[in-house]
């Protein structure tokens, strides 16, 4: 049906003064300085804010052309909700959506809300807002990078950023708020190999002694546990009796960041579980329960215990959190002279670059591997040129070396 304009007429068009508009059915003329009529649109469709230049009058631009683009507008809104998943009826902005994104986890017991949630609040919905969640492209998520850049972010902050895009869309194909041929390509940042921050032996021991004096029960043996299996704290949390295995001695951890995996775990660690078990008398269950209230079995955070237990150890809290026990196991691993690959099966790493970042941490052991390819009997001289000194087999060799020189 054609619409009817009483305000843009030709009368009302004519009628218009060097910056004076006109604005009906979201197309606005404008009189430009010159004399010229620029014409632009201005609607809302489907939650999306379309805000275009359609052209000039001295090119040849009329209403016709503005009314034109509104009604592909529309009917580009009317094939994407052809294409929306079951159950929706109209396209999802992505403000709602990150929203609704914050809410589910908090309803699922998601991990690292806090994290995500400022994200979204700082970064993700100031940028992405104003688009349909089905309308992200590339090219609006390679925006987004070059702005963070430009304000000076570095690439590890970015890839944080980025990995609660990623997350967001995830759920959004998991809830069936989108179809999976809609979610856009998101490219991870090169970073730099970081900081890694290990403990040593001596300092090990007296956290775990710290850990042992706590008034937290249950601080000891999750430190313990962290230390000689370099699980991840969450993974840690989660642990559940009837997951251990103590005669293939090891934890079956079914939701890992890296996918589902058997960790291997050391026999004074397996005596020590063995003994837990048998005195608390059960077969299943998390190995650190919630406390009252909570609404998840297992036990959300050992935050404030191991400040305490790191604090009596007299080290700073402020950079030794529980990722660091994971980094001390690692690299003790790594300085043991373990194989990389075998590291890898340990720590639980997806990729076996993720583990040559700790190679780095103590050089040691690679001087000692390195000192194994020596060809010298004792210590290195100067090339001989007396043959009268050199045996039989050594003859052919000295020739080389004159030939060399």
Request: with cysteine; hydrophobic share 35%.
């Amino acid at each position: 049906m054609a619409l009817r304009f009483n305000k843009l007429s030709q009368t009302g068009v004519r009628a218009l003064k060097p910056g004076q508009s006109i604005m009906e059915h979201g197309i606005i003329a404008t009189r430009l300085p010159n004399g010229d009529l620029g014409w632009r649109v201005n609607i809302m469709v489907d939650g999306v804010r379309y805000n275009r230049s359609v052209g000039k009058d001295s090119d040849g631009v009329t209403r016709s052309q503005a009314e034109q683009l509104i009604e592909k507008f529309r009917t580009e809104a009317r094939e994407g909700r052809l294409n929306l998943p079951k159950g929706r009826k109209t396209a999802i902005g992505f403000a709602e959506a990150a929203t609704d994104y914050i809410a589910g986890l908090t309803a699922e017991g998601g991990k690292g809300i806090p994290r995500k949630a400022q994200h979204v609040k700082t970064r993700l919905k100031p940028h992405f807002g104003s688009h349909r969640l089905d309308g992200i492209t590339d090219k609006a998520v390679a925006t987004f990078i070059k702005t963070r850049k430009d304000e000076g972010a570095k690439p590890g902050t970015i890839n944080r950023e980025l990995a609660t895009l990623s997350h967001m869309f995830r759920c959004a194909c998991r809830w069936k708020w989108i179809t999976r041929d809609k979610v856009p390509s998101i490219p991870k940042q090169k970073e730099g190999p970081g900081r890694i921050i290990a403990l040593s032996p001596e300092q090990s021991r007296k956290l775990l002694d710290a850990a042992g004096m706590d008034q937290d029960a249950d601080l000891w043996l999750f430190v313990l546990i962290c230390l000689q299996t370099s699980m991840r704290h969450g993974e840690a949390r989660r642990l559940q009796w009837q997951h251990f295995d103590e005669h293939r001695q090891c934890f079956h951890i079914p939701e890992a960041k890296a996918g589902e995996r058997d960790q291997p775990l050391p026999d004074d660690l397996v005596a020590v579980l063995k003994a837990k078990r048998e005195n608390l008398g059960v077969d299943s269950g998390y190995l650190f329960t919630a406390g009252p209230g909570s609404k998840s079995d297992y036990r959300h955070t050992f935050r404030k215990a191991f400040r305490r237990a790191v604090e009596a150890a007299e080290m700073d809290p402020n950079q030794i959190t529980p990722h660091v026990l994971r980094h001390t196991a690692i690299t003790t691993l790594v300085k043991a002279n373990v194989d990389l690959p075998t590291v890898q099966r340990v720590s639980g790493h997806k990729t076996l670059t993720m583990v040559l970042r700790y190679a780095h941490v103590d050089s040691i052991h690679v001087n000692k591997a390195v000192n194994s390819l020596s060809i010298l009997a004792g210590p290195a001289t100067a090339p001989c040129n007396d043959y009268t000194e050199i045996t039989h087999d050594e003859k052919p060799h000295a020739e080389a070396r004159q030939k060399i020189q």
